[in-house]
Structure formats: C-alpha cells, structure tokens
C-alpha cells in the first residue's frame, strides 16, 4: 500500500473485515498517511459498499479480500462463498 501512496499517489480506501486473517498492525506504515483510509466493513454488505463507491468514486478496484486458508474452509465453506463469489458479484461492473 506504501509503495501505491508513494508511485501512483491518489488515494487509497481499504475496506477490511478484520476476520481471522486481518491484522491492523500490517497497516503501521500507511494508517497516517494523508490520502489512505481504513474502513471497517464487509464487502458483501451492498449497502456500505454502495456508500463507499458514492463517497470515494474509485477509479479502480482492487479485490484482495478472497477467504484463503484452504482448511478452514472444510469445516466452514459457507463463508468461502459468500466471500470469494458474493462478495465479487457486489462489484460495480460500470464506469
């Protein structure tokens, strides 16, 4: 995220769930950089999501928020595909 504020400098929003995998302590270099924000939020709620794209007006979306460790998704699958396709479909697909 450093190496994005500093080569390409516009703005940068990360909307983040903070789930088993989230850990704010990653975000020490960037959290007091003027043009970074840090939401707390689900990708999958359209409502805060739609509220996001109207505030912030991105000009590209970059989707990291995939569910990843395989093993947990044994015992919780749920949650891998609400995550990894549901929250992909909420995507705006216009300009």
């Not at 749920?78 to 216009?94: D, K, M, Q, Y």
Request: with cysteine; charged share 20%; hydrophobic share 40%.
């Amino acid at each position: 995220m450093l190496d994005w504020l500093a080569l390409v400098g516009t703005p940068l929003v990360n909307l983040h769930k903070l789930t088993y995998a989230g850990n704010l302590q990653n975000l020490a270099s960037v959290e007091q950089h003027p043009a970074y924000s840090f939401k707390l939020g689900d990708l999958c709620d359209s409502v805060l999501l739609d509220r996001l794209l109207d505030l912030y007006r991105p000009r590209a979306i970059l989707h990291l928020a995939a569910e990843s460790h395989e093993d947990r998704s044994l015992s919780g699958p749920e949650a891998f595909v609400r995550t990894n396709i549901g929250g992909t479909s909420r995507l705006p697909t216009r300009a």
